[in-house]
């Protein structure tokens, strides 16, 4: 090989090297921009994360308010919030740049089938945050903070420290109370926590849908696959929430419902591929047909032998 032919070669993946550069350094500015735009309102994001909490304290009739035990814990804080809401605000302009970065290098048909998960995949993501913030979160700010009135109540009722009558449950209710003093840093690790994973969660469709595509699953192993993603979905809901059985139980029906239609979505996929298949002339009719008839001959020899 000459050197001419070596230059030839080298220059095209130097060319895609310098594209991809460029596409990093603008998601990075786009992100930073994002970042600079949202830490303003750090304070505003915050208090809405806190709702949920607050209406729950609000019914207790405690103080909604928040804390920090260190003089940067609320600095960093609203850094966290910066980062995090600030690549969702940059998000779709990154997800254009590495599109395009992509894209060139696809068939027309590829790049039609996988554009609608591009655009698919930040909507669930915004979904399983949403079904977060307004279900799961008020569920377990209630489940977490009732411990504050149920926990000496409990004690009296059970007679710890004597015997339960009426006047010591009146002794535990007049006596000592546990409050919620809450913490930013805590409270927005733990609220973080249920967005995020429940964004996770609800990518399932999309990731399926496109290993399917690939031919790296089908809705037929998925269905067999049932009784195993049942565990999977139990332990995973047993990790990401509380433990609170009717938290629990919603994020279970919510990822199961979720894969069932991730098997919908890869017996449609399946379906299209073989009715393309099938039109560039891969199947042929006749043979379809023949195998259809010596079926049912051969599921007759297997009866007789058994």
Not at 110 to 138: H, K, Q, T
Not at 207 to 236: E, W
Not at 263 to 280: G, N, Q, S
Request: hydrophobic share 50%.
């Amino acid at each position: 090989m000459s050197d001419s032919d070596v230059d030839d070669s080298t220059a095209p993946l130097i060319e895609h090297l310098t594209e991809l550069r460029t596409r990093i350094i603008r998601s990075v500015i786009a992100f930073l921009v994002g970042m600079i735009i949202v830490f303003p309102f750090a304070e505003q994001v915050l208090s809405i994360l806190a709702e949920p909490m607050a209406d729950i304290m609000r019914a207790r009739g405690e103080d909604a308010q928040l804390f920090f035990d260190a003089p940067q814990d609320a600095f960093f804080a609203y850094v966290k919030i910066a980062v995090l809401f600030g690549f969702a605000l940059s998000s779709p302009y990154i997800g254009v740049q590495m599109w395009r970065f992509v894209a060139p290098g696809l068939y027309k048909e590829e790049r039609g089938a996988f554009l609608p998960f591009l655009i698919a995949s930040p909507v669930l993501f915004i979904a399983g945050g949403a079904f977060a913030y307004y279900v799961v979160m008020p569920l377990a700010m209630n489940f977490f903070l009732g411990f504050g009135s149920v926990i000496p109540m409990l004690s009296s009722m059970l007679g710890i420290g004597g015997e339960a009558t009426p006047e010591t449950v009146e002794v535990a209710d007049s006596g000592l109370r546990i409050f919620y003093f809450g913490s930013i840093k805590e409270y927005l690790a733990l609220s973080l926590k249920f967005i995020v994973a429940f964004g996770i969660c609800f990518q399932l469709p999309v990731l399926l849908t496109l290993m399917g595509k690939a031919g790296l699953v089908s809705a037929k192993g998925l269905g067999q696959m049932r009784k195993y993603a049942v565990i999977a979905i139990l332990v995973l809901a047993a990790v990401v929430t509380p433990p609170d059985v009717i938290t629990q139980g919603i994020l279970f029906v919510v990822v199961y419902g979720l894969y069932e239609i991730s098997i919908i979505l890869v017996r449609m996929v399946e379906k299209k591929r073989e009715e393309r298949r099938r039109e560039e002339g891969y199947y042929d009719d006749e043979d379809d047909a023949a195998k259809e008839d010596v079926d049912p001959l051969i599921a007759e020899f297997d009866k007789d032998d058994d």
